[in-house]
């Protein structure tokens, strides 16, 4: 299962997802970001390689599917609504995020 998380910065809550959930068998993740100034923007590279793409809020699903609409037809697309109130690896982020995601991807 490869998972792309999203915020939009791509320093606290989607780089924590990507270092929470790659210690897991059977997992590849990487994270992104849509803001402009972001660490890595979201590509359209990034979007073929994931099997699921997992956002923060839902202004970052409308960001995804507004750009890379036509590449999504097989695409997860699913928002976590997890508000920017976290410093990377906080462990209520961590608790949260170990809680969310198994809703949209199975993982072990």
């Known amino acids: 299962m490869r998972i792309l998380f999203v915020c939009s ?9 990507a270092a929470v959930f790659s210690k897991y068998d059977g ?3 990487i994270s992104a970001g849509t803001n402009a100034d972001c660490e ?3 590509s359209g590279d990034l ?7 997992l956002v ?3 202004s970052h699903r409308n ?3 507004r750009k890379f609409r036509p590449m999504l037809k097989d695409k997860k697309l699913a928002v976590l609504a ?4 976290f410093d990377f690896m906080d462990p209520v982020l961590v608790r949260i995020l170990r809680k969310r995601v ?3 991807v199975k993982i072990r």
């Open 40 to 42: 890595t923007p979201v």
């Open 102 to 104: 198994p809703r949209y």
């Open 9 to 17: 910065e791509n320093r606290l809550r989607s780089p924590t997802a």
């Open 27 to 29: 997992v590849e993740a």
């Open 47 to 53: 979007i073929e390689w994931a099997d699921a793409i």
């Open 82 to 85: 997890i508000p920017d109130d």
């Open 56 to 58: 923060m809020e839902q």
């Open 63 to 65: 960001k995804v599917a």
